[in-house]
């Protein structure tokens, strides 16, 4: 809807992440308060594209949330920022960055499921940032949906400190009771809904059947409000309760100060609940101005100095501070360019004012600010401190970079990404396609920080990389429907390596006599095993003048030549001591060519009693699921020749540490969403290398072998 933009002070702003696990319903509950605020003129479906915050076309096409998303609404002269985050764990970085610019988590539970994998994990997120945790159960209107079996799932989860402060209003017996409104455990009043989905409630009296029920819960939630204050706890023992206006103060700073987790209840599909939720936040939630002064880095002026050792400082969230902004997002758009999200934690940013990129030494020019309501751009002239804004075509700032006033350095630091989990060769179908790939990549890299693109230097491929399978797949989607480049996905080939296991000595003798000068090259060479790790060493033993010193760096070129082509299955030899000690030449015909061949032919002489064998990449695995799920993936990494290297458990579930080696792993994101109905995560990164077993060794170099020659069927 069209409506001029006015600024807000930073105690009018309420920045809100939506975080919880996929499909439970954050994208469709932020269309609701959309609608319920009039910000739109219907209630946006994600399944037809008309969510506000699902705009991305990959994002559409799959149902699913996959990029953080902007929305904002403006309820009784106070902007709600939201920020829309991915639940699936493939997409779990960018609910993780989502969080430093916001002041409150709202986690999201499906009232059918209860308590999953990515709730959990969400929830550590909130508590490593330290942020505020107000719980929305969420698709109350599901048939199967059970309010009280989630709440005490989130008790049992989470601890004693949740409580709702809003009950459920259910109609009709039976199965399938219908979710007509909230009670108001604060105020003690109803909100019924009418089933046009206007998400406005009408004020009522609570039903009859739930007032008992109701003046047990508002009990519940003044006592533990209560706690945490000693003058709250002498009013309550001496009046037997807290008046209204006290408790609403006092729930505000409990929530602020994570002394209590308050439970609401909501139907975003139906728009049941939105405008309470929209009161909520505007009473209870806290303001920027309300944070904690915020941690940043400070100028290093000495040359060589690393910027960890600066001197840590804080900045508050003040209008009368320096500028400085924090950009937390980046997107690339086909007509706009690049547009650059942000955060001002501190001073008021001004349209078309210049500030300093502290990040890159840079200057900057915020021509164009505005506020985003999904991809729709809105100009405004100011954003005060604690607001989020957007800006395009900066020319060298990207996700991470802080910004402001020249002369007043800070450094706020980025949120740090987990490495990505599973890589991809990829190879453009045409020529055209090539010419395109690494731009087009690049820009995507800009807008998602998980992903990786770099050629293998020991296998030459181009490997694109990233978090899991349907991440990587997203990619290849958005270069074929953004940039019109079209690639093919092939698993990466595994960069085995080969070593010895025994020592062994050889002649090289290369002689070629053709009429004129000939080719005469005779070297003696050892190899010695090395331990895992060690490298390649080159030893010089010759004395006595048997080979001129100008040949013996020809015969260490031809070792090396002859060891990047391997023996077993044609990956790089590693790990061993080439020592050279004997040989003779000739004066006219010996040359560098004829040693370098001397040396590749004393290499493979060798290899026939040095006991070559394999080296496979081994991963460092982490797991984690619910406990349930323990034995089935105990018995399937048992199955990929893993071992296991401890176990753990959380909260209702069980992390389990392994090692695998990558050939095994390649393909295992679609394997553990398929083993734990999708309530599994995982997390790996290179551990070291081992020799292959023997029970596997035929297997493996079969494999190994025919990752370089494709084509041969012996």
Same mark, same amino acid.
């Given at each position: 809807?069209?409506?001029?933009?006015?600024?807000?002070?930073?105690?009018?702003?309420?920045?809100?992440?939506?975080?919880?696990?996929?499909?439970?319903? &954050?994208?469709?509950?932020?269309?609701? =308060?959309?609608?319920?605020?009039?910000?739109?003129?219907?209630?946006?479906?994600?399944?037809?594209?008309?969510?506000?915050?699902?705009?991305?076309?990959?994002?559409?096409?799959?149902?699913?949330?996959?990029?953080?998303?902007?929305?904002?609404?403006?309820?009784?002269?106070?902007?709600?920022?939201?920020?829309?985050?991915?639940?699936?764990?493939?997409?779990?970085?960018?609910?993780?960055?989502?969080?430093?610019?916001?002041?409150?988590? =709202? =986690?999201?539970?499906?009232?059918?499921?209860?308590?999953?994998?990515?709730?959990?994990?969400?929830?550590?997120?909130?508590?490593?940032?330290?942020?505020?945790?107000?719980?929305?159960?969420?698709?109350?209107?599901?048939?199967?949906?059970?309010?009280?079996?989630?709440?005490?799932?989130?008790?049992?989860?989470?601890?004693?400190?949740?409580?709702?402060?809003?009950?459920?209003?259910?109609?009709?017996?039976?199965?399938?009771?219908?979710?007509?409104?909230?009670?108001?455990?604060?105020?003690?009043?109803?909100?019924?809904?009418? !089933?046009?989905? $206007?998400?406005?409630?009408?004020?009522?009296?609570?039903?009859?059947?739930?007032?008992?029920?109701?003046?047990?819960?508002?009990?519940?939630?003044?006592?533990?409000?209560?706690?945490?204050?000693?003058?709250?706890?002498?009013?309550?023992?001496?009046?037997?309760?807290?008046?209204?206006?006290?408790?609403?103060?006092?729930?505000?700073?409990?929530?602020?100060?994570?002394?209590?987790?308050?439970?609401?209840?909501? $139907?975003?599909?139906?728009?049941?609940?939105?405008?309470?939720?929209?009161?909520?936040?505007?009473?209870?939630?806290?303001? !920027?101005?309300?944070?904690?002064?915020?941690?940043?880095?400070?100028?290093?002026?000495?040359?060589?100095?690393?910027?960890?050792?600066?001197?840590?400082?804080?900045?508050?969230?003040?209008?009368?501070?320096?500028?400085?902004?924090?950009?937390?997002?980046?997107?690339?758009?086909?007509?706009?360019?690049?547009?650059?999200?942000?955060?001002?934690?501190?001073?008021?940013?001004?349209?078309?004012?210049?500030?300093?990129?502290? @990040?890159?030494?840079?200057?900057?020019?915020?021509?164009?600010?505005?506020?985003? +309501?999904?991809? @729709?751009?809105?100009?405004?002239?100011?954003?005060?401190?604690?607001?989020?804004?957007?800006?395009?075509?900066?020319?060298?700032?990207? @996700?991470?970079?802080?910004?402001?006033?020249?002369?007043?350095?800070?450094?706020?630091?980025?949120?740090?990404?987990?490495?990505?989990?599973?890589?991809?060769?990829?190879?453009?179908?045409?020529?055209?396609?090539?010419?395109?790939?690494?731009?087009?990549?690049? &820009?995507?890299?800009?807008?998602?920080?998980?992903?990786?693109?770099?050629?293998?230097?020991?296998?030459?491929?181009?490997?694109?990389?990233? $978090?899991?399978?349907?991440?990587?797949? $997203?990619?290849?989607?958005?270069?074929?429907?953004?940039?019109?480049?079209?690639?093919?996905?092939?698993? !990466?080939?595994?960069?085995?390596?080969?070593?010895?296991?025994?020592?062994?000595?050889?002649?090289?003798?290369?002689?070629?006599?053709?009429?004129?000068?000939?080719?005469?090259?005779?070297?003696?060479?050892?190899?010695?095993?090395?331990?895992?790790?060690?490298?390649?060493?080159?030893?010089?033993?010759?004395?006595?003048?048997?080979?001129?010193?100008?040949?013996?760096?020809?015969?260490?070129?031809?070792?090396?030549?002859?060891?990047?082509?391997?023996?077993?299955?044609?990956?790089?030899?590693?790990?061993?001591?080439?020592?050279?000690?004997?040989?003779?030449?000739?004066?006219?015909?010996?040359?560098?060519?004829?040693?370098?061949?001397?040396?590749?032919?004393?290499?493979?002489?060798?290899?026939? +009693?040095?006991?070559?064998?394999? =080296?496979?990449?081994?991963?460092?695995?982490?797991?984690?699921?619910?406990?349930?799920?323990?034995?089935?993936?105990?018995?399937?990494?048992?199955?990929?020749?893993?071992?296991?290297?401890?176990?753990?458990?959380?909260?209702?579930? @069980?992390?389990?540490?392994?090692?695998?080696?990558?050939?095994?792993?390649?393909?295992?994101?679609?394997?553990?969403?398929?083993?734990?109905?999708?309530?599994?995560?995982?997390?790996?990164?290179?551990?070291?290398?081992?020799?292959?077993?023997?029970?596997?060794?035929?297997?493996?170099?079969?494999?190994?072998?025919?990752?370089?020659?494709?084509?041969?069927?012996?």
């Amino acid at each position: 809807m069209n409506r001029s933009l006015k600024t807000y002070q930073g105690q009018d702003i309420r920045n809100v992440a939506f975080v919880g696990h996929a499909h439970c319903g &954050k994208t469709t509950l932020i269309s609701a =308060l959309l609608q319920a605020a009039k910000m739109t003129e219907r209630l946006g479906r994600v399944d037809d594209g008309s969510a506000v915050t699902a705009y991305d076309e990959e994002d559409v096409a799959r149902r699913t949330t996959m990029q953080n998303a902007l929305a904002f609404a403006e309820w009784h002269n106070v902007k709600i920022n939201f920020v829309d985050t991915p639940g699936f764990p493939m997409f779990v970085h960018e609910a993780r960055a989502a969080l430093l610019p916001v002041e409150a988590a =709202l =986690l999201i539970v499906n009232a059918a499921c209860g308590v999953e994998a990515m709730t959990r994990r969400v929830w550590r997120f909130g508590e490593e940032f330290n942020l505020p945790r107000v719980i929305v159960v969420n698709q109350m209107d599901h048939p199967r949906a059970d309010h009280q079996r989630t709440l005490n799932a989130l008790r049992e989860g989470f601890g004693r400190q949740v409580v709702p402060v809003q009950l459920p209003i259910l109609e009709g017996n039976g199965q399938n009771p219908v979710f007509r409104g909230v009670v108001d455990l604060v105020t003690m009043q109803a909100f019924v809904y009418e !089933p046009d989905g $206007s998400g406005c409630g009408r004020l009522s009296e609570i039903p009859v059947r739930l007032r008992e029920e109701a003046t047990e819960a508002h009990q519940a939630l003044v006592e533990l409000v209560a706690e945490g204050k000693d003058e709250l706890m002498e009013e309550y023992f001496r009046e037997g309760t807290i008046p209204e206006e006290h408790l609403i103060v006092a729930l505000h700073e409990a929530i602020r100060e994570d002394r209590i987790f308050p439970v609401l209840f909501s $139907s975003g599909l139906r728009n049941v609940g939105s405008d309470h939720l929209l009161d909520f936040l505007q009473v209870y939630a806290p303001s !920027p101005v309300e944070r904690v002064p915020v941690a940043a880095r400070g100028a290093v002026e000495s040359v060589g100095v690393p910027d960890s050792e600066a001197e840590m400082v804080l900045r508050k969230v003040d209008d009368r501070e320096p500028l400085s902004l924090y950009v937390f997002k980046t997107m690339s758009d086909p007509f706009a360019g690049r547009i650059s999200f942000f955060k001002v934690f501190s001073g008021v940013a001004k349209c078309d004012a210049p500030v300093t990129n502290y @990040t890159h030494h840079s200057a900057e020019r915020l021509a164009h600010l505005t506020v985003m +309501q999904g991809r @729709t751009a809105s100009p405004i002239g100011e954003l005060h401190a604690g607001d989020v804004g957007a800006v395009a075509k900066l020319r060298e700032t990207f @996700t991470g970079d802080t910004l402001g006033d020249a002369g007043h350095e800070i450094y706020f630091d980025p949120v740090t990404m987990p490495e990505p989990a599973v890589t991809y060769a990829i190879e453009p179908k045409t020529r055209a396609d090539e010419e395109k790939l690494a731009p087009a990549v690049h &820009k995507l890299m800009e807008e998602d920080l998980m992903v990786r693109f770099y050629r293998d230097a020991a296998t030459h491929e181009f490997l694109l990389a990233g $978090s899991g399978q349907p991440h990587i797949e $997203s990619i290849v989607h958005r270069l074929r429907r953004r940039y019109h480049t079209e690639v093919t996905l092939k698993a !990466p080939k595994v960069p085995y390596r080969e070593t010895i296991r025994a020592g062994a000595s050889a002649q090289g003798r290369h002689k070629k006599q053709s009429g004129g000068h000939g080719q005469y090259g005779d070297c003696w060479v050892r190899l010695e095993p090395l331990p895992l790790g060690g490298g390649f060493e080159f030893v010089n033993e010759i004395f006595g003048g048997a080979i001129p010193r100008s040949f013996i760096p020809a015969v260490e070129k031809g070792i090396q030549e002859a060891a990047a082509r391997g023996w077993l299955a044609g990956f790089p030899m590693v790990d061993f001591r080439a020592v050279l000690f004997d040989g003779s030449y000739h004066d006219v015909d010996s040359n560098e060519l004829s040693f370098r061949l001397a040396g590749r032919l004393a290499f493979r002489n060798c290899m026939e +009693q040095s006991r070559p064998v394999l =080296l496979e990449p081994l991963m460092r695995v982490e797991i984690e699921a619910p406990e349930t799920y323990t034995g089935v993936l105990m018995g399937d990494l048992t199955g990929r020749r893993g071992r296991v290297q401890g176990m753990g458990a959380g909260r209702g579930t @069980t992390i389990i540490r392994a090692e695998v080696p990558m050939a095994e792993m390649l393909t295992y994101g679609a394997t553990l969403t398929s083993l734990t109905q999708g309530m599994g995560s995982f997390h790996m990164e290179m551990a070291r290398y081992d020799v292959v077993p023997p029970a596997s060794a035929e297997k493996v170099i079969a494999s190994a072998h025919k990752q370089v020659h494709p084509d041969d069927e012996s």
